[in-house]
């Protein structure tokens, strides 16, 4: 398939010089945007097309168009990841361009193909380049986060898959996702909640999803956590992920397991970089259901001695503690070496700091 050239429109009043250099030295997360996105559109009778790339702005959708009312919508998050030669870099594009098709149809939207999604944000960064943050230390997480979003954008109130979609890549400097860097982060175990059930859509990267997790997170806070963990419908027994990431469970004896993906988890892309960067290490990773009991009797016999989640925007967290109704599960005291060491790894491939044997970089500047 050819490669579409994106029209280039650029933005006649780009953020000064001085403001981006100040919202760059401490950008926090998802809180400013760059001067342009990438823009295609789809027809049901023109297919994709009018590839551009225009200044970022606010969209001009019909009150009935039927994304507002029935949900019809799908996203990715991916990093770019500025090098110490000044070069711009993304990781594993080809894995959120597949899991972008996968929610795609699951949402009964249009397919995007990897050229269309990959030449999407190197054409965005080809004018936002200056919008991606340098490190100023080996400590210093900073990158652009990228945000491909879908939306269902047919005037109309039916309920049928949308005839007109629109696709756009919009981009957000971004520090570390949470401030305290690796400190562990107490998590809340929902019980009211659930994320996903068998045939819905847990293994599609939705809002819907995220908007039926909202509630959760609320009862998180009040408890004093930030993330929510979730048990899987049927059972109430089985964990499954995080509202946001996904999570693993390291052993005693160099074992390291992750629920299996069984079309309720979201299948990450660290998830699946941590299993092949715990096999470098020497650890065995496994992929099998873990339930809650074996959670909570792993920490207190010492048999698990880290448990971490995991995700693009936060790339590794420990997690100290998992708070319910009535009890509260902790691994013994711990530094976390097997998270913190994959985690190093991993950022040091991010930013050109290791040698990439894994073919994980796109150049995208
Ligand atoms: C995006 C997401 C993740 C993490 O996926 P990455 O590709 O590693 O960023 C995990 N769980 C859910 C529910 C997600 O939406």
Same mark, same amino acid.
């Given at each position: ?23 760059? +030295? ?31 702005? =606010? ?39 597949? /899991? ?7 949402? +009964? ?45 047919? $005037? ?27 400190? =562990? ?25 995220? +908007? ?16 929510? +963990? ?24 160099? /074992? ?13 892309? $660290? /998830? ?57 599960? /902790? ?35």
């Amino acid at each position: 398939m050819p490669t579409a050239s994106f029209a280039q429109l650029p933005n006649a009043q780009p953020t000064a010089d001085i403001i981006r250099k100040d919202i760059l +030295a401490n950008p926090g997360f998802g809180r400013y945007f760059s001067d342009h996105m990438a823009h295609i559109r789809w027809t049901l009778d023109a297919d994709w097309h009018g590839h551009e790339v225009r200044p970022y702005g =606010p969209l001009t959708l019909d009150p009935a168009a039927a994304v507002l009312h029935y949900g019809q919508e799908i996203f990715e998050g991916i990093k770019a990841y500025r090098h110490a030669d000044g070069s711009v870099w993304t990781f594993r594009p080809e894995k959120n361009a597949e /899991r972008f098709r996968r929610s795609a149809r699951r949402l +009964a939207l249009p397919e995007l193909s990897d050229e269309d999604f990959i030449g999407s944000l190197k054409a965005l960064l080809a004018q936002d380049h200056e919008w991606v943050p340098t490190p100023s230390s080996e400590a210093d997480e900073c990158s652009l986060y990228l945000r491909p979003f879908m939306i269902a954008s047919e $005037t109309f109130l039916g309920v049928r898959p949308s005839h007109e979609v629109d696709y756009y890549v919009i981009a957000s400097p971004a520090a570390a996702y949470f401030k305290g860097g690796v400190e =562990p982060v107490s998590i809340w175990l929902s019980s009211n909640y659930k994320r996903a059930a068998a045939g819905g859509t847990g293994f599609a990267k939705c809002g819907g999803n995220y +908007a039926a997790s909202l509630a959760a997170q609320k009862e998180a806070e009040a408890h004093g956590c930030g993330q929510v +963990a979730f048990l899987d419908a049927a059972e109430n027994k089985w964990i499954e992920e995080l509202g946001g990431m996904n999570l693993f469970f390291v052993f005693k004896d160099g /074992r390291i397991v992750t629920p299996k993906l069984t079309g309720t988890i979201l299948e990450g892309v $660290t /998830r699946d970089s941590v299993l092949t960067l715990a096999r470098d290490a020497g650890l065995q990773p496994e992929e099998r259901h873990i339930s809650i009991d074996e959670w909570r009797e792993g920490a207190a016999s010492g048999e698990i001695t880290e448990v971490f989640a995991c995700g693009t925007a936060a790339v590794i967290t420990p997690v100290g503690e998992l708070v319910g109704e009535d009890e509260r599960i /902790r691994c013994q005291p711990s530094d976390n070496p097997v998270a913190k060491q994959i985690r190093r790894t991993l950022l040091d491939l991010q930013y050109g700091r290791a040698e990439d044997t894994h073919g994980w970089l796109t150049r995208l500047v």
